[in-house]
């Protein structure tokens, strides 16, 4: 098929995406540019793959989980299905187009260390999202780390889930060597940042031998001495062949942060089963700010204060750049608090009010009223893309013994991911009951999380009734 692929340009796609020019392809799969088929359509990379009994819906579901994940260095699916050239049954995926890739600067030249580093960050960043959501890249490659409007993204058509199979029949040295006996890993996805690295610095992988990518047991590759440290260790650490020995994604943060061992000794959980033309911008450009106005809440007074304006009416803008993220261990979480006496809860009101009880930074105590408080925790990498204030209420609804039952969103912010650490944040509090007439009673809170550089600040609210 590949020698076929120019054939269909010029053809348009559900009436949304022309097939403007051709960028590559296999024998299975080809790329083509969209410029759009409408007037204003965004630029869009489309990918056809033939479509088979055997293939057809395993792909489309791998596409439907990767199109809801979010991240802003994960590159966003635009729109994925099935159509039908001349005769021809293909599946069809949209993305966002990327102007450069790795691939087409390492040829080239190779990159110098803070390039390398403002690389690894984004990258680190993403993996660490993707695992922890159960899910592997499972296809890290030089032309899989992209540049879209000068910001380094990771392509998305080929995530998958941890512990299956990876749906690609040809393999080569950027797969580890488990590859032929064991489903998809996170320890996979570390392989592949050490022969990313590898390559990065000396234009070439290390030798890996047929046998080892069947598996046998070998001594690990070779690490090439030019490269410099503190990268030499994290390659070496990655290019374990076997995978319990590989650093996770949070080591080989915890290194490139401090040149140091990381605190952390855990290794990867694997499961055996059977079986440049302009230069890469985004590798020197460190941060490219990217303003959005978003509705947001804003309410003032203390603990003994009036009640303020009901969030409805109060609103506040926020930018929020989407630059170079990093992956860094996480914090511990803060210690649980002596419960408060129930007398502290509010006494219910004949009319509907907002009684305010404090605003706090992530180390002030918490307030009378609220037994655990729990914060959210992004990355040091995901605060660095935040300019201002990134602002989430959230109103929970707490049982008669003071557990959250339901967390629902006032004001979502710009930002899914900051978002989602909010809304599984206020999930996990727990509140003093609220009392009427001597007995315990349900009642409603509402959380206003304020993000910045410098931290993550709460405003508990308790509504009375």
């Known amino acids: 098929m590949a020698k076929n692929w120019e054939q269909w340009r010029g053809q348009v796609i559900q009436g949304k995406f022309r097939l403007d020019q051709y960028l590559g392809g296999s024998d299975r799969a080809a790329v083509f540019l969209s410029e759009g088929a409408q007037p204003g359509a965004q630029k869009a990379a489309v990918k056809l793959v033939l479509a088979t009994p055997a293939n057809a819906d395993a792909q489309l579901l791998r596409w439907k989980q990767a199109a809801n994940l979010s991240h802003p260095h994960l590159m966003r699916i635009l729109e994925f299905g099935r159509c039908d050239l001349k005769g021809a049954n293909l599946l069809y995926l949209a993305t966002e187009y990327a102007d450069e890739s790795l691939a087409q600067i390492l040829p080239q030249r190779p990159l110098a260390p803070s390039e390398a580093q403002e690389m690894l960050r984004p990258v680190l960043d993403v993996l660490a999202y993707l695992h922890k959501a159960g899910f592997v890249h499972g296809h890290l490659r030089p032309s899989n780390v992209q540049a879209v409007s000068d910001q380094l993204k990771l392509s998305s058509d080929g995530i998958v889930k941890i512990n299956e199979p990876s749906g690609r029949a040809k393999r080569d040295s950027y797969d580890p060597p488990e590859t032929a006996t064991m489903m998809t890993s996170p320890a996979g ?166 009684e305010r009880v404090s ?74 009951p609220a009392q009427m007439d001597g007995q315990n009673i349900a009642s409603e809170w509402l959380l206003k999380f304020a993000f910045s550089r410098k931290g993550t600040e709460v405003s508990p609210s308790r509504v009375a009734r």
């Open 189 to 354: 996805d570390v392989w592949s940042v050490g022969m990313l690295l590898c390559e990065a610095f000396t234009q070439q992988l290390p030798p890996v031998s047929s046998a080892a990518i069947d598996n046998s047991r070998l001594e690990d590759p070779a690490v090439p001495a030019s490269i410099p440290e503190p990268f030499q260790e994290i390659v070496r650490n990655c290019l374990r062949s076997d995978p319990r020995r590989r650093w996770t994604v949070e080591r080989i943060d915890g290194w490139l942060q401090s040149g140091l061992p990381a605190a952390s000794t855990d290794t990867i959980p694997v499961t055996r089963e059977p079986s440049a033309k302009r230069g890469f911008l985004i590798l020197i450009v460190a941060v490219i700010v990217i303003v959005a106005i978003v509705a947001g809440i804003e309410m003032r007074g203390s603990h003994n204060g009036p009640s303020s304006d009901s969030p409805a009416q109060a609103s506040s803008q926020v930018q929020e750049s989407q630059t170079q993220s990093q992956s860094v261990p996480q914090p511990a979480p803060q210690p649980e608090p002596a419960r408060q006496p129930a007398s502290a809860a509010a006494s219910p009101s004949p009319k509907p009010k907002t």
């Open 359 to 432: 605003r706090r930074s992530d180390t002030a105590s918490v307030p009378a009223g609220i037994v655990r408080q729990v914060m959210p925790e992004p990355s040091k990498g995901a605060r660095n893309t935040v300019h201002g204030k990134i602002r989430i209420a959230v109103k929970v609804a707490v049982d008669s013994s003071g557990n959250v039952t339901d967390v629902t969103f006032v004001s979502s912010g710009p930002s899914k991911y900051f978002a989602r650490l909010a809304h599984d944040a206020a999930q996990q509090w727990k509140f003093a």
